[in-house]
């Protein structure tokens, strides 16, 4: 092949990529999975299941829930009694915020809290919340910032969600 055959190539080879490069990598955002998700054209691992599903499959459905005025000594007893390590804290019904065992743990260790002390200082006022039809998915990224998401009915707690509820949930599904 001559010099001029191989500029030839050269310059056809930079032109290609000089076109498909940027169109490539616009493609690849449009057609990104998240993307997909999120606009309905492409199912996550758990498909179109919802926060309701994953409720109907766990072995205990009762919540068990504390007021803030509750010492410590006593949520300690019904977290080990529920096998559970957090709860919602619930005034007149409503939800306040949530206890954990971590919460407790540090307040304890700090020497923040006493047995016969109210709960009051060790509750998280930031609970990350979710309804009955809410996705699976969106459950998930929640539980990315902290250990549990309380799911309300018409601000009327219905459950908790952990992340082995989802993990339980997952390798259930794939059975």
Not at 82 to 99: F, R, T, Y
Not at 108 to 131: F, K
Not at 142 to 160: K, Q, R, T, Y
Request: hydrophobic share 50%.
């Amino acid at each position: 092949m001559t010099t001029n055959g191989w500029l030839q190539i050269a310059l056809f080879c930079a032109v290609f990529l000089a076109v498909t490069k940027p169109l490539g990598i616009y493609l690849s955002k449009v057609f990104d999975d998240a993307w997909m998700r999120e606009n309905g054209f492409l199912e996550g691992p758990w498909g179109r299941a919802t926060v309701a599903d994953l409720l109907a499959t766990k072995a205990s459905r009762q919540v068990v829930g504390v007021s803030p005025v509750e010492k410590v000594r006593n949520v300690i007893a019904r977290m080990q009694e529920h096998d559970i390590s957090q709860m919602p804290v619930l005034a007149e019904g409503k939800l306040v915020g949530l206890v954990t065992e971590a919460q407790l743990l540090n307040h304890l260790v700090r020497g923040e809290a006493a047995a016969d002390d109210a709960i009051t200082p060790s509750v998280q006022r930031q609970v990350n919340t979710v309804g009955l039809e809410a996705s699976l998915e969106s459950a998930m990224s929640l539980l990315a910032d902290g250990s549990a998401v309380v799911v309300l009915d018409s601000d009327v707690v219905v459950g908790i969600i952990t992340k082995i509820d989802l993990i339980d949930f997952l390798t259930a599904q794939r059975k």
